[in-house]
């Protein structure tokens, strides 16, 4: 896993308050697509720092689980937030072996299945661990971006990328996974779930005051993918 996640956890959690992509584009375009929090058990699948645990736990929530595979991500949240999250180190490539099957209404899982090799085994635990009527949201990198940054420019290829970026505020790499949109569509349908949104996001209007030109780059350039997902009762 990338540096940035383990050994920069903390300055990862303070460049992500407040900053354009995740502030004030990602996290006001996941949370456009939750509902229903007030008395849901939450699983976040991938939490990070807990930016959005403590969000979630502002709605009321009756259970909130936070998964990560970073040590020190979940230490964090357990640091900031105590016995109110179940929190715990999992590998999401491994699935979710410690949900039990039916128990979570809503699952979010922000920016982080770009991380995640094969897609299906997933979201068939996705499925098992959802609550019939219960719904996923999660979002990821759009796969129209990612396949500028494409080695063999074939997009229906899977193909792990190495970048490096500035997040915070210094160069680290970065490895993730860019598939087309197909391969995430079809991993979710073999589950079982049923996508009842997809967006593209909505940069909101106060980044242009704070940078013009990533502004105009996300108004006009795809950059994330936001899905919904229900498990039909
Ligand atoms: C971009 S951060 C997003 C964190 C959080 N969801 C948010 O939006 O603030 C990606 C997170 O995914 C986690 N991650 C990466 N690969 C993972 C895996 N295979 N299983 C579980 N978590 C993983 C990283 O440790 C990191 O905390």
Redesign the pocket.
């Known amino acids: 896993?990338?540096d940035?996640?383990?050994k920069h956890?903390h300055q990862?959690d303070a460049a992500?308050q407040n900053n354009i992509y995740?502030a004030m584009f990602?996290?006001p375009s996941?949370i456009e697509l939750l509902s229903h929090l007030k008395g849901a058990d939450v699983l976040?699948?991938?939490?990070?720092?807990?930016?959005?645990a403590n969000w979630i736990l502002s709605q009321s929530v009756k259970k909130l689980t936070c998964?990560?595979?970073?040590s020190d991500?979940i230490n964090l949240v357990k640091n900031k937030f105590g016995p109110q999250v179940n929190a715990y180190v999992?590998?999401?490539?491994q699935g979710l072996p410690i949900e039990a099957s039916s128990s979570a209404d809503v699952i979010?899982?922000?920016?982080?299945l770009h991380?995640?090799e094969d897609l299906v085994p997933l979201f068939s635990e996705v499925y098992r661990v959802l609550k019939p009527g219960g719904y996923m949201v999660f979002?990821t990198h759009h796969p129209f971006n990612d396949f500028s940054a494409s080695p063999s420019s074939n997009y229906f290829r899977r193909e792990l990328i190495e970048e490096t970026w500035d997040t915070i505020g210094m160069p680290v790499k970065v490895k993730f996974y860019r598939r087309s949109l197909m391969e995430i569509t079809e991993a979710i349908s073999r589950s079982g779930l049923i996508i009842s949104r997809i967006t593209e996001g909505c940069a909101d209007e106060s980044i242009q005051t704070k940078c013009e030109s990533t502004y105009r780059r996300l108004t006009s350039h795809p950059n994330f993918i936001f899905f919904r997902c229900e498990k039909l009762k």
């Open positions: 896993m990338s940035m996640y383990t956890a990862y992500i995740n990602e996290r996941t976040d699948m991938g939490c990070g720092s807990g930016v959005y998964v990560d595979a970073s991500m999992q590998n999401l490539n979010i899982s922000p920016l982080v991380y995640v979002s």
